[in-house]
Protein backbone atom coordinates (compact mmCIF):
# COMPACT_ATOMS: atom_id res chain seq x y z
CA UNK A 1 0.00 0.00 0.00
CA UNK A 2 1.04 3.54 -1.23
CA UNK A 3 2.10 5.86 2.02
CA UNK A 4 -0.26 8.27 2.73
CA UNK A 5 1.50 11.79 2.86
CA UNK A 6 -0.77 13.27 5.65
CA UNK A 7 -0.12 10.50 8.00
CA UNK A 8 3.37 10.92 7.58
CA UNK A 9 3.17 14.78 7.74
CA UNK A 10 1.22 14.27 11.43
CA UNK A 11 4.23 11.79 12.35
CA UNK A 12 6.60 14.21 11.62
CA UNK A 13 4.73 16.80 13.90
CA UNK A 14 4.11 14.99 16.65
CA UNK A 15 8.18 13.48 16.58
CA UNK A 16 8.99 17.81 16.70
CA UNK A 17 6.38 18.18 19.46
CA UNK A 18 7.76 15.36 21.27
CA UNK A 19 11.12 16.50 21.08
CA UNK A 20 10.56 20.29 21.42
CA UNK A 21 11.56 21.17 18.06
CA UNK A 22 9.51 23.75 16.12
CA UNK A 23 7.15 23.28 12.98
CA UNK A 24 9.46 25.11 10.95
CA UNK A 25 13.49 25.40 12.07
CA UNK A 26 16.10 22.92 10.63
CA UNK A 27 17.02 20.21 13.19
CA UNK A 28 20.43 19.73 14.29
CA UNK A 29 20.96 15.61 14.47
CA UNK A 30 23.97 15.39 16.01
CA UNK A 31 22.33 17.26 19.05
CA UNK A 32 19.29 15.23 19.02
CA UNK A 33 20.85 12.22 18.33
CA UNK A 34 22.84 12.71 21.34
CA UNK A 35 19.64 13.87 23.49
CA UNK A 36 17.74 10.79 22.44
CA UNK A 37 20.42 8.60 23.26
CA UNK A 38 21.28 7.19 20.33
CA UNK A 39 24.54 5.47 19.80
CA UNK A 40 25.38 6.19 16.58
CA UNK A 41 28.67 5.33 14.45
CA UNK A 42 30.65 6.69 11.24
CA UNK A 43 32.08 4.32 9.26
CA UNK A 44 33.05 4.60 5.53
CA UNK A 45 30.74 1.44 4.31
CA UNK A 46 29.93 0.60 0.31
CA UNK A 47 28.00 3.01 -2.18
CA UNK A 48 25.14 0.93 -1.89
CA UNK A 49 25.13 1.17 2.20
CA UNK A 50 24.17 4.18 3.52
CA UNK A 51 23.11 3.21 7.19
CA UNK A 52 21.46 1.11 9.36
CA UNK A 53 19.82 0.64 12.73
CA UNK A 54 19.14 -1.54 15.66
CA UNK A 55 16.27 -1.31 18.77
CA UNK A 56 16.11 -4.06 21.37
CA UNK A 57 13.69 -5.06 23.61
CA UNK A 58 14.91 -2.51 26.29
CA UNK A 59 14.13 -0.17 23.99
CA UNK A 60 18.69 0.97 23.61
CA UNK A 61 18.86 2.41 19.86
CA UNK A 62 21.46 2.19 17.57
CA UNK A 63 22.78 3.52 14.21
CA UNK A 64 25.50 3.26 11.65
CA UNK A 65 25.78 5.66 8.91
CA UNK A 66 28.32 5.53 5.67
CA UNK A 67 31.01 8.34 6.19
CA UNK A 68 32.17 8.08 2.54
CA UNK A 69 28.78 9.93 1.57
CA UNK A 70 28.12 13.67 1.95
CA UNK A 71 27.27 15.27 4.94
CA UNK A 72 23.61 16.05 3.00
CA UNK A 73 23.09 12.67 2.55
CA UNK A 74 24.01 11.29 5.84
CA UNK A 75 21.42 13.79 7.16
CA UNK A 76 18.57 12.30 4.75
CA UNK A 77 19.85 8.58 6.39
CA UNK A 78 19.80 9.80 9.90
CA UNK A 79 16.38 10.81 9.15
CA UNK A 80 14.97 8.21 7.26
CA UNK A 81 16.50 5.85 10.09
CA UNK A 82 14.86 8.26 12.69
CA UNK A 83 11.22 6.58 11.69
CA UNK A 84 12.50 2.90 11.91
CA UNK A 85 13.67 3.25 15.59
CA UNK A 86 10.57 5.69 16.70
CA UNK A 87 7.30 5.19 14.11
CA UNK A 88 8.14 1.57 12.59
CA UNK A 89 5.51 -0.70 14.85
CA UNK A 90 8.26 -3.62 14.31
CA UNK A 91 11.30 -2.73 12.91
CA UNK A 92 13.55 -5.60 11.94
CA UNK A 93 17.72 -4.99 11.09
CA UNK A 94 18.37 -4.13 7.81
CA UNK A 95 20.68 -1.97 5.71
CA UNK A 96 19.25 1.01 4.11
CA UNK A 97 19.40 3.04 1.30
CA UNK A 98 17.72 6.08 1.07
CA UNK A 99 16.68 7.72 -2.40
CA UNK A 100 16.24 3.99 -4.14
CA UNK A 101 13.84 4.09 -6.65
CA UNK A 102 12.84 0.42 -6.02
CA UNK A 103 11.41 0.36 -2.00
CA UNK A 104 8.59 -1.25 -0.26
CA UNK A 105 6.10 0.68 1.28
CA UNK A 106 8.04 1.01 4.56
CA UNK A 107 11.07 2.22 3.25
CA UNK A 108 8.94 5.05 1.15
CA UNK A 109 7.21 6.09 4.32
CA UNK A 110 10.92 6.53 5.98
CA UNK A 111 12.03 8.16 2.76
CA UNK A 112 8.87 10.52 3.35
CA UNK A 113 9.31 11.83 6.80
CA UNK A 114 13.20 12.01 6.20
CA UNK A 115 11.84 14.59 3.83
CA UNK A 116 9.52 15.80 5.85
CA UNK A 117 11.45 16.38 8.86
CA UNK A 118 14.43 17.54 7.43
CA UNK A 119 12.40 20.17 5.39
CA UNK A 120 9.21 21.28 6.95
CA UNK A 121 6.88 22.79 4.22
CA UNK A 122 6.36 25.84 6.60
CA UNK A 123 10.26 26.30 6.44
CA UNK A 124 10.67 26.42 2.85
CA UNK A 125 7.95 28.99 2.35
CA UNK A 126 9.52 31.34 4.71
CA UNK A 127 12.74 31.37 2.48
CA UNK A 128 11.11 31.69 -0.54
CA UNK A 129 10.67 34.80 -2.20
CA UNK A 130 7.19 35.53 -2.68
CA UNK A 131 7.85 36.48 -5.93
CA UNK A 132 9.51 33.00 -6.18
CA UNK A 133 6.69 31.16 -4.51
CA UNK A 134 3.74 32.67 -7.17
CA UNK A 135 5.29 31.62 -10.16
CA UNK A 136 6.96 28.48 -8.81
CA UNK A 137 9.86 29.19 -10.76
CA UNK A 138 12.49 29.28 -7.73
CA UNK A 139 15.95 30.64 -8.40
CA UNK A 140 19.12 28.43 -8.00
CA UNK A 141 20.25 31.16 -5.59
CA UNK A 142 17.55 30.42 -3.31
CA UNK A 143 17.90 26.36 -3.73
CA UNK A 144 21.50 26.55 -2.57
CA UNK A 145 20.32 28.95 0.10
CA UNK A 146 17.67 26.76 1.58
CA UNK A 147 19.66 23.14 0.97
CA UNK A 148 22.33 24.74 3.37
CA UNK A 149 19.93 26.39 5.93
CA UNK A 150 18.13 22.52 6.08
CA UNK A 151 21.60 21.18 5.57
CA UNK A 152 20.43 18.79 2.76
CA UNK A 153 21.48 17.36 -0.46
CA UNK A 154 20.27 19.28 -3.97
CA UNK A 155 18.92 15.89 -4.70
CA UNK A 156 16.86 15.69 -1.70
CA UNK A 157 15.95 19.08 -2.03
CA UNK A 158 14.54 19.39 -5.24
CA UNK A 159 12.31 16.30 -4.82
CA UNK A 160 10.80 17.82 -1.38
CA UNK A 161 9.73 21.38 -3.34
CA UNK A 162 8.58 18.83 -6.32
CA UNK A 163 6.26 16.54 -3.74
CA UNK A 164 4.90 19.70 -1.78
CA UNK A 165 3.92 21.64 -4.45
CA UNK A 166 6.23 24.65 -4.59
CA UNK A 167 7.94 23.42 -8.14
CA UNK A 168 6.69 21.33 -11.32
CA UNK A 169 8.82 18.84 -12.48
CA UNK A 170 9.82 21.18 -15.62
CA UNK A 171 11.68 22.80 -13.08
CA UNK A 172 13.15 20.21 -10.95
CA UNK A 173 15.07 18.94 -13.72
CA UNK A 174 16.47 22.22 -15.07
CA UNK A 175 17.82 22.88 -11.75
CA UNK A 176 18.89 19.32 -11.10
CA UNK A 177 21.33 20.41 -14.14
CA UNK A 178 23.26 22.82 -12.49
CA UNK A 179 26.59 21.26 -10.93
CA UNK A 180 26.28 21.00 -7.41
CA UNK A 181 29.50 22.56 -6.05
CA UNK A 182 30.43 24.76 -8.93
CA UNK A 183 27.35 26.45 -8.34
CA UNK A 184 27.53 26.78 -4.27
CA UNK A 185 30.89 28.64 -4.68
CA UNK A 186 29.77 30.58 -7.47
CA UNK A 187 27.31 32.01 -4.45
CA UNK A 188 29.72 32.39 -1.82
CA UNK A 189 29.19 29.31 -0.10
CA UNK A 190 31.79 26.64 0.91
CA UNK A 191 31.31 22.95 -0.24
CA UNK A 192 31.52 20.71 2.98
CA UNK A 193 27.73 19.95 2.99
CA UNK A 194 28.45 17.62 -0.18
CA UNK A 195 31.34 16.17 0.90
CA UNK A 196 32.26 12.98 2.59
CA UNK A 197 32.60 13.48 6.58
CA UNK A 198 32.48 12.28 10.33
CA UNK A 199 34.82 9.07 9.51
CA UNK A 200 35.07 7.50 12.80
CA UNK A 201 32.87 9.61 14.78
CA UNK A 202 30.93 8.28 18.07
CA UNK A 203 27.78 10.12 19.32
CA UNK A 204 26.55 8.04 22.46
CA UNK A 205 27.14 7.26 25.83
CA UNK A 206 29.19 4.59 25.09
CA UNK A 207 32.32 5.27 26.73
CA UNK A 208 30.54 6.94 29.59
CA UNK A 209 29.02 3.97 30.46
CA UNK A 210 32.36 2.39 29.74
CA UNK A 211 34.37 4.56 32.17
CA UNK A 212 31.50 4.39 34.70
CA UNK A 213 32.11 0.75 34.93
CA UNK A 214 35.68 1.10 35.15
CA UNK A 215 35.79 3.49 38.22
CA UNK A 216 33.07 0.97 40.03
CA UNK A 217 35.83 -1.69 39.59
CA UNK A 218 32.98 -3.65 37.56
CA UNK A 219 35.45 -3.92 34.59
CA UNK A 220 39.41 -4.47 34.39
CA UNK A 221 41.44 -1.60 33.04
CA UNK A 222 42.11 -3.69 30.15
CA UNK A 223 38.88 -4.05 29.63
CA UNK A 224 38.15 -0.65 29.12
CA UNK A 225 40.50 0.46 27.09
CA UNK A 226 39.10 -2.39 24.77
CA UNK A 227 36.08 -0.79 25.09
CA UNK A 228 37.27 2.41 24.17
CA UNK A 229 39.11 1.16 21.13
CA UNK A 230 35.84 -0.61 19.95
CA UNK A 231 34.70 2.99 19.15
CA UNK A 232 38.26 4.00 17.67
CA UNK A 233 39.28 5.91 21.10
CA UNK A 234 42.61 5.81 21.94
CA UNK A 235 42.72 4.97 26.04
CA UNK A 236 46.53 4.37 25.91
CA UNK A 237 48.48 5.95 29.17
CA UNK A 238 50.05 8.19 26.77
CA UNK A 239 47.48 9.65 25.14
CA UNK A 240 46.02 12.88 27.22
CA UNK A 241 42.72 10.77 27.74
CA UNK A 242 43.96 8.03 29.43
CA UNK A 243 41.93 6.15 32.34
CA UNK A 244 43.80 8.73 34.64
CA UNK A 245 41.60 11.77 33.34
Same mark, same amino acid.
Given at each position: ?22 ? *? ?5 ? =? @? !?????? %????? /??? #? ?60 ? *? ?5 ? =? @? !?????? %????? /??? #? ?113
Amino acid at each position: MKPNKFIIERQVAEFRMDNGLST *SEPISLK =S @L !LLRLNI %LTIFR /PLS #ESFSGMCLKDTSDHRFMLINSNNSRGRQHFTIAHELYHLYIEKQPTPHKCNPGCSSKNPIEQ *SADMFAS =S @L !LMPEAG %LCQLI /PEK #ELNSKNISIATIIKLEHYFSVSRSALLYRLLNVGLINESTRSKLAEYAVKHSAKCFGYDTALYESANEGLVIGDFGEKSRSLFEQGKISEGHYLELLHKININGTEEDENSTRC
